[in-house]
């Protein structure tokens, strides 16, 4: 993890971020927090990341969602050498999904 990422007042976002209840109330806070371009950015990336892990090329990504090369590419590279973040998120939704199936 990036060391320089981890300062008290990260810490107290993430936190803020964890106390949150439901979508709606993401909206509120996250609407506060970011602006509209950023709140798209973020969902943007999140997008191709899926996509990305789909198997989609960067054209079909491209296409999809607006994303530069240059943005699908960055994505990528956090895919491959992360944190493992996206893995642990979608996994999460992945399961999720399934129990709403069942």
């Given at each position: 993890?990036?060391?320089?990422?981890?300062?008290?007042?990260v810490?107290?976002?993430?936190?803020?971020?964890?106390?949150?209840?439901?979508?709606?109330?993401?909206?509120?806070?996250?609407?506060?927090?970011?602006?509209?371009?950023?709140?798209?950015?973020?969902?943007?990336?999140?997008?191709?990341?899926?996509?990305?892990?789909?198997?989609?090329?960067?054209?079909?990504?491209?296409?999809?969602?607006?994303?530069?090369?240059?943005?699908i590419?960055?994505?990528?590279?956090?895919?491959?050498?992360?944190?493992?973040?996206?893995?642990?998120?979608?996994?999460?939704?992945?399961?999720?999904?399934?129990?709403?199936q069942?």
């Open positions: 993890m990036n060391k320089k990422l981890h300062k008290p007042s810490d107290r976002f993430f936190d803020a971020v964890l106390c949150l209840e439901d979508r709606d109330e993401c909206y509120q806070f996250f609407e506060d927090v970011c602006t509209v371009n950023e709140i798209l950015s973020l969902a943007q990336r999140f997008e191709v990341a899926g996509m990305l892990r789909s198997g989609k090329t960067y054209l079909e990504i491209s296409e999809a969602t607006g994303a530069s090369t240059a943005t590419s960055r994505v990528n590279r956090s895919l491959v050498y992360s944190n493992d973040g996206y893995q642990i998120v979608f996994g999460r939704l992945d399961e999720k999904e399934k129990e709403q069942d």
